[in-house]
């Protein structure tokens, strides 16, 4: 079995580096792409328990199981066919991180400033950038969204490069 995990390892490890490598040269079209895939599973998963919950008509079936199906499957309709939405709402989420972020190290600054702490200004500074940052975000959100997908490329490198590391230690 151990001859077949190590190229098995190396293989996905190099298309995680691969995706990796997409992900930060196309930033929006991997979203797009993972967009209308997640899409898909929400309208797959919501059919399925739209059936469940018809098949089970004449049992007690909880009302909630017809309103998940009815949910997943407009919104996987709705991100399959405007894969735009889920680039925009990462964005929104970013920001929205970014901007409470920045707050909170602003009034933790403030607080050590009281204190008499001297590297205050250091977190007073991040927070201002992170608020900057939100701004920036939200008035334009392809920044947030391309972000986002560079981040995930940079993620997808470093656990390739790990998969890679990892294929002499298996043990199975």
């Given at each position: 079995?151990?001859?077949?995990?190590?190229?098995?390892?190396?293989?996905v490890?190099?298309l995680?580096?691969?995706?990796?490598i997409?992900?930060?040269?196309?930033?929006l079209s991997v979203l797009?792409a993972?967009s209308?895939?997640?899409?898909?599973?929400?309208?797959?998963?919501?059919?399925?328990?739209?059936?469940?919950?018809?098949?089970n008509?004449?049992k007690?079936r909880?009302s909630?199981?017809?309103?998940?199906?009815?949910?997943?499957?407009?919104f996987?309709?709705?991100?399959?066919?405007?894969?735009?939405?889920?680039a925009?709402s990462?964005a929104?989420l970013?920001?929205?991180?970014?901007?409470?972020?920045g707050?909170l190290r602003?009034?933790s600054?403030?607080?050590?400033k009281k204190?008499?702490?001297?590297?205050?200004?250091?977190l007073?500074?991040?927070?201002l950038?992170?608020?900057?940052?939100?701004?920036?975000v939200f008035?334009?959100?392809?920044?947030?969204?391309?972000l986002?997908a560079?981040?995930?490329?940079?993620?997808?490198?470093?656990?390739g490069?790990?998969?890679?590391a990892?294929?002499?230690?298996?043990?199975?």
């Amino acid at each position: 079995m151990r001859k077949l995990t190590k190229p098995f390892m190396l293989i996905v490890g190099g298309l995680m580096i691969l995706l990796g490598i997409i992900s930060i040269f196309n930033p929006l079209s991997v979203l797009s792409a993972f967009s209308i895939y997640m899409g898909f599973a929400l309208f797959v998963t919501g059919i399925l328990y739209i059936y469940s919950y018809i098949r089970n008509y004449y049992k007690e079936r909880p009302s909630w199981v017809l309103s998940q199906g009815l949910i997943d499957t407009l919104f996987g309709i709705l991100l399959m066919f405007n894969n735009n939405i889920l680039a925009l709402s990462v964005a929104y989420l970013i920001a929205l991180w970014a901007f409470v972020t920045g707050v909170l190290r602003i009034s933790s600054a403030l607080e050590l400033k009281k204190s008499n702490y001297s590297n205050w200004g250091v977190l007073f500074t991040m927070g201002l950038i992170s608020l900057v940052f939100s701004i920036l975000v939200f008035t334009h959100p392809i920044i947030g969204a391309g972000l986002a997908a560079f981040s995930l490329g940079v993620m997808f490198i470093v656990l390739g490069i790990g998969t890679i590391a990892q294929c002499d230690t298996i043990i199975w």
